[in-house]
């Protein structure tokens, strides 16, 4: 990030919506799509303090510091680089809750994704 150099994030874990409109993966509760589900979303998220990231936050701390990153380590959503070319999700779009403003740059890869692709052309050698 420090370098310029394009990068990917490739999330290897259940999607996490920090904008609000659906509960974090990671906290039990209802998908409630009204105002009072949302703001309870979005306390959920304070709540947490950025501890989705558990024990590796302290070596992101470290290198961002190093690196010269300056961000808000009490803002989830500032961790998460708006600069990424690309983000790949291994969670099938199925999985997913409605509603979540995932960037453009989002991009689902779950294995529904691949089984539709995989249907639309023919395994090499099979007729």
């Known amino acids: 990030m420090s370098l310029g150099i394009p990068y990917a994030h490739v999330w ?4 996490i919506d920090f904008s609000g409109s659906t509960p974090p993966s ?19 998220l304070k709540k947490n303090d950025n501890a ?16 010269g990153l300056k961000l808000n380590w009490s803002d989830p959503t500032a961790t998460v ?5 690309a983000i790949v999700s291994q969670t099938p779009k199925e999985f997913d ?10 991009h689902y890869a779950g294995l529904s994704s691949m089984m539709r692709a995989a249907s639309l052309s023919p395994f090499p050698g099979k007729s």
């Open 12 to 15: 290897a874990i259940l999607n």
């Open 26 to 44: 990671v906290v039990p509760g209802l998908y409630e799509d009204t105002s009072a589900g949302r703001t309870r979303n979005s306390d959920d």
């Open 52 to 67: 989705f990231f558990g024990l590796v936050q302290p070596l992101a701390e470290e290198y961002a510091e190093r690196a």
């Open 81 to 85: 680089s708006r600069q990424a070319v």
């Open 97 to 106: 809750l409605p509603g979540i403003p995932w960037p453009p740059e989002f």
